[in-house]
């Protein structure tokens, strides 16, 4: 991940930059996120990581908190926001190895990891890693939120946005996702445009003002929104006219997404 070697078999921090550029030379594709988006990490740590990369790729934990000069709050940090996984594994086996990355006696080193071998470190769940990539990073490069509740959607007879570009103009559907923008042109007569996005895509959302105000709460704080209307096709353009709005916040359990609103 992140702070190790290149080269990371999914998308990943890179960690030899707070803001990296991309590496046209790299042989495997990844989309490499700078240690500034990582909630509470300090500058100073994220440039001397940087540079002790440039030097040379980090062997282990240790090998990171050792030339970086990290404290155990920064690591703790890391390995949060899921940017130790080229060094250490998943979230939970890299919280465990971050907590034994103080100095040791030669006495004791190598203990921990032969330890570590004799505990079994269950993997957290899609949802749990998703949940805590937008906690501590504000984004997720794993699974989509809306694809972790498919399945309650469905039961709620909600469509995928690749099958709502799917159907025929004036044909009533059902979609769900999370509220990426809420915009209300000058010139636009009280209706305001939103876009949602699921796992598979964008859909196009138009509310008039009546139904906007008829459900305000709804319309105003729902992060993961339900629309119940009519499609609309004209130009190339599809539009999902709303009649009805469901809250489905509920679903995400308390993961915090952020809408652009009314800019």
Partial sequence: VGVGALGAQRPAF?????????????????LRLGLRLVRGMREGAALRISAARAQA???????????????RPTLDLLA?????????GHRHRARWQSAGT???????????????????IPPPSAFENTHTDYATVGLTLDAHPVSLVRRQLRER??????????????????????????????????????????????????????????????????????IEGRLE??????????RRLEDLTPLLSGLSTVSRDFH
């Fill in 233 to 242: 096709c004209e130009q190339g353009v599809r539009h999902l006219i709303a």
């Fill in 57 to 71: 790729p980090f062997r282990d934990l240790d090998d990171l908190v050792h030339r970086a000069n990290l404290d």
């Fill in 157 to 226: 007879r909600y469509r995928r946005s690749n099958e709502i570009a799917a159907l025929d103009n004036g044909r009533h559907a059902r979609f769900a996702g999370l509220v990426l923008l809420r915009q209300r042109p000058q010139t636009a007569s009280g209706v305001t445009f939103m876009t949602l996005e699921d796992e598979a895509g964008m859909v196009n959302v138009v509310v008039w003002a009546q139904l906007a105000e008829r459900q305000r709460r709804v319309f105003l704080e729902s992060r993961l929104l339900g």
């Fill in 80 to 88: 949060e926001a899921g940017a130790l996984r080229g060094l250490a």
């Fill in 14 to 30: 890179a960690g030899t930059h707070p803001n990296p550029l991309p590496q046209a030379e790299e042989v495997e594709l990844a």
């Fill in 102 to 120: 103080e100095k040791q006696l030669p006495l004791f080193a190598g203990t921990q990891a032969r330890e570590e071998r004799r505990i079994a």
